[in-house]
């Protein structure tokens, strides 16, 4: 016949439920610590997807410039381009203006990683070139 | 019937004289009819749970305000019960006051159920005795009528009708008790269904997060994927200025004999060399730089004039 006192029981239901409460708080606190890591880590992973697609890609920045040192208005420019493992460097002593407006358009109007440029004016109709491209 | 040889039977009064008990003794509680209050009623009701439920409203206005707890069993004969009103409180002071801790009492049984057998008047204790009146049984001083014998408590074979007493009745009203305690689990109930409902949902996310890594072919830590997008977006801004400065310079509004001799990037930093201008005439070009925002440092010197621009 020895019972509980229900006081007793009330406060340990009581102490339950500040247990659950905080508990609730705890998961409350994780759900928006995830939700944010998350978020952060989805924008880390777009812009960072986006700009190795644009300056990683070196199979598609080569194919690219390849494409633009091969066209048709370029090959009367007398370039010397020399493709290297990382860059390419394009030289060029006497490069008719028409043909610098062209090249340049075509590489400044892409992505790539211009990280020299050099053109001096040696005659009304002529420059001297020298660029290095990047990847 | 269920005899319980093993424990010592009480008869329970406030009359009764200090009982000696060791330590540990159990006992077998018999209440005085003094201890509670008993009708004799027919009922239409055949379920003793019914009639349990009656039992506050059948005592209504016969006792005295009080706490009480109910308790009734079948007479033997259809329809009809004997119905009991105790204050718990009342019955445990008087147990304290008799030094016998609740724990060591094994059961309480009414003097009406126990005693119904009896024939005559019996002595009970040296000042009182017990008869039956009317199916009754009742409590009355030695004196008032002519006992036949003595009746032998260790003779008695309890029945089963026993109650528990209420030992916090007094100090939380049970329906109160119930209704806190029921609305306290539901609460934690539903807590812990909001618990772990938000927690699967961390978990879920968390997993998200983890996918992200493999979808995107992430670095395993965030510390060199920030690295390595820290480098990307140094390269982009530097270029989208590159190309916002040269295209700043290469639409330059020249005078008639001005010329661009020469454009030099290298090392994030443009030179620009100008033949031609005259050396306070240099405003159509440096104040359009300024307009669009390019920050540069001019010079004149032997007729050129040169502006550097650091990206």
């Given at each position: 016949?020895?019972?509980?006192?229900?006081?007793?029981?009330?406060?340990?239901?009581?102490?339950?439920?500040?247990?659950?409460?905080?508990?609730?708080?705890?998961?409350?606190?994780?759900?928006?610590?995830?939700?944010?890591?998350?978020?952060?880590?989805?924008?880390?992973?777009?812009?960072?997807?986006?700009?190795?697609?644009?300056?990683?890609?070196?199979?598609?920045?080569?194919?690219?410039?390849?494409?633009?040192?091969?066209?048709?208005?370029?090959?009367?420019?007398?370039?010397?381009?020399?493709?290297?493992?990382?860059?390419?460097?394009i030289?060029?002593?006497?490069?008719?203006k028409?043909?610098l407006n062209?090249l340049i358009s075509?590489i400044v109007n892409s992505s790539f990683v211009v990280s020299s440029m050099k053109v001096r004016r040696i005659?009304p109709?002529?420059a001297e070139l020298f660029m290095e491209i990047r990847? | 019937?269920?005899?319980?040889?093993?424990?010592?039977?009480?008869?329970?009064?406030?009359?009764?004289?200090?009982?000696?008990?060791?330590?540990?003794?159990?006992?077998?509680?018999?209440?005085?009819?003094?201890?509670?209050?008993?009708?004799?009623?027919?009922?239409?009701?055949?379920?003793?749970?019914?009639?349990?439920?009656?039992?506050?409203?059948?005592?209504?206005?016969?006792?005295?305000?009080?706490?009480?707890?109910?308790?009734?069993?079948?007479?033997?004969?259809?329809?009809?019960?004997?119905?009991?009103?105790?204050?718990?409180?009342?019955?445990?002071?008087?147990?304290?006051?008799?030094?016998?801790?609740?724990?060591?009492?094994?059961?309480?049984?009414?003097?009406?159920?126990?005693?119904?057998?009896?024939?005559?008047?019996?002595?009970?204790?040296?000042?009182?005795?017990?008869?039956?009146?009317?199916?009754?049984?009742?409590?009355?001083?030695?004196?008032?009528?002519?006992?036949?014998?003595?009746?032998?408590?260790?003779?008695?074979?309890?029945?089963?009708?026993?109650?528990?007493?209420?030992?916090?009745?007094?100090?939380?009203?049970?329906?109160?008790?119930?209704?806190?305690?029921?609305?306290?689990?539901?609460?934690?109930?539903?807590?812990?269904?909001?618990?772990?409902?938000?927690?699967?949902?961390?978990?879920?996310?968390?997993?998200?997060?983890?996918?992200?890594?493999?979808?995107?072919?992430?670095?395993?830590?965030?510390?060199?994927?920030?690295?390595?997008?820290?480098?990307?977006e140094n390269i982009h801004n530097k270029q989208m200025l590159f190309r916002k400065y040269l295209s700043s310079i290469l639409n330059l509004k020249l005078k008639k004999d001005e010329k661009m001799t020469l454009f030099n990037f290298k090392n994030n930093s443009i030179k620009v060399n100008f033949s031609g201008v005259l050396k306070n005439k240099t405003s159509h070009i440096s104040s359009v730089l300024k307009d669009k925002g390019v920050k540069f440092v001019d010079n004149y010197k032997n007729g050129i004039y040169s502006l550097e621009i650091e990206l």
């Amino acid at each position: 016949m020895n019972r509980i006192n229900p006081i007793y029981i009330l406060v340990l239901l009581f102490v339950v439920l500040l247990v659950m409460f905080y508990k609730l708080d705890s998961a409350k606190a994780e759900l928006k610590t995830n939700l944010a890591s998350y978020a952060k880590t989805e924008n880390v992973a777009i812009k960072l997807s986006s700009l190795k697609e644009t300056y990683g890609d070196k199979q598609k920045i080569k194919k690219s410039l390849q494409k633009i040192l091969k066209h048709s208005s370029l090959k009367s420019a007398g370039l010397n381009a020399k493709f290297k493992n990382s860059s390419l460097v394009i030289e060029s002593k006497g490069i008719d203006k028409n043909n610098l407006n062209f090249l340049i358009s075509k590489i400044v109007n892409s992505s790539f990683v211009v990280s020299s440029m050099k053109v001096r004016r040696i005659s009304p109709s002529k420059a001297e070139l020298f660029m290095e491209i990047r990847w | 019937m269920r005899f319980n040889a093993k424990h010592k039977l009480l008869f329970l009064d406030p009359n009764i004289d200090k009982v000696s008990l060791h330590v540990e003794e159990k006992v077998n509680i018999i209440l005085s009819p003094s201890l509670y209050w008993v009708k004799k009623v027919t009922l239409p009701v055949s379920n003793l749970r019914d009639v349990k439920k009656l039992l506050p409203t059948l005592f209504e206005d016969i006792i005295p305000d009080g706490v009480y707890s109910y308790s009734a069993y079948k007479s033997g004969i259809d329809s009809e019960y004997f119905i009991f009103a105790y204050e718990d409180k009342k019955i445990l002071d008087l147990l304290v006051k008799q030094n016998i801790p609740i724990s060591n009492v094994s059961s309480v049984h009414f003097a009406q159920s126990e005693f119904s057998g009896i024939k005559n008047a019996m002595k009970i204790n040296e000042r009182q005795s017990v008869y039956i009146k009317d199916d009754i049984v009742v409590l009355v001083p030695c004196c008032w009528i002519e006992e036949k014998g003595e009746l032998d408590l260790s003779s008695i074979t309890l029945s089963k009708h026993k109650v528990s007493l209420q030992q916090f009745g007094h100090i939380v009203e049970m329906k109160s008790f119930y209704g806190i305690a029921s609305a306290m689990i539901v609460l934690i109930l539903i807590l812990g269904i909001e618990v772990f409902s938000i927690s699967s949902k961390a978990q879920n996310i968390a997993d998200k997060r983890d996918n992200i890594f493999s979808t995107y072919n992430l670095k395993p830590t965030m510390f060199e994927n920030n690295a390595i997008l820290k480098k990307y977006e140094n390269i982009h801004n530097k270029q989208m200025l590159f190309r916002k400065y040269l295209s700043s310079i290469l639409n330059l509004k020249l005078k008639k004999d001005e010329k661009m001799t020469l454009f030099n990037f290298k090392n994030n930093s443009i030179k620009v060399n100008f033949s031609g201008v005259l050396k306070n005439k240099t405003s159509h070009i440096s104040s359009v730089l300024k307009d669009k925002g390019v920050k540069f440092v001019d010079n004149y010197k032997n007729g050129i004039y040169s502006l550097e621009i650091e990206l």
